[in-house]
C-alpha cells in the first residue's frame, strides 16, 4: 500500500481548487443570488439557456455555478411539477422553469 506525504496531498487539494468554480464574488451576479430561490414557471426564453434543440416539454433549472441544463418531460403537468420539485429539493438549484420546444 503506497502511503501518500502531507505534501502530496495538499498538491493535490490545490490542483483541485484551482480547477474549481470561482467563488461567488468572483462572478459578475448579485451577491443574494445564492440567497434567493426563483421559479419562473412556463418561459419561450431565458438568459443563459439554450432551448433551440429542445423539442416538447421540457423543464430547465440553472444551478449555483450559473449553469443551464434542460431535462425533457412527457408532459406539461410533469415539467411543471418537476420544475418546482428540482427547486425546493436541491440545494444548488436558484432558478428553475418549464417549456416546450419545436425544434
Not at 4 to 20: D, K, Q
Not at 37 to 53: H, T
Not at 93 to 103: A, E, R
Request: aromatic content about 18%.
Amino acid at each position: 500500500m503506497k502511503r501518500f506525504s502531507i505534501f502530496s496531498v495538499w498538491s493535490i487539494l490545490a490542483v483541485i481548487l484551482m480547477g474549481a468554480a470561482p467563488l461567488p464574488a468572483q462572478l459578475d451576479v448579485p451577491p443574494d443570488l445564492w440567497a434567493r430561490k426563483e421559479y419562473k414557471g412556463y418561459q419561450e426564453e431565458e438568459p443563459g439557456c439554450d432551448f433551440q434543440f429542445m423539442r416538447g416539454w421540457f423543464f430547465w433549472y440553472i444551478d449555483s455555478a450559473l449553469i443551464c441544463y434542460t431535462v425533457p418531460a412527457s408532459n406539461e403537468i410533469e415539467a411543471d411539477r418537476r420544475a418546482q420539485e428540482v427547486l425546493e429539493h436541491s440545494f444548488s438549484v436558484i432558478i428553475s422553469g418549464y417549456g416546450f420546444g419545436t425544434f
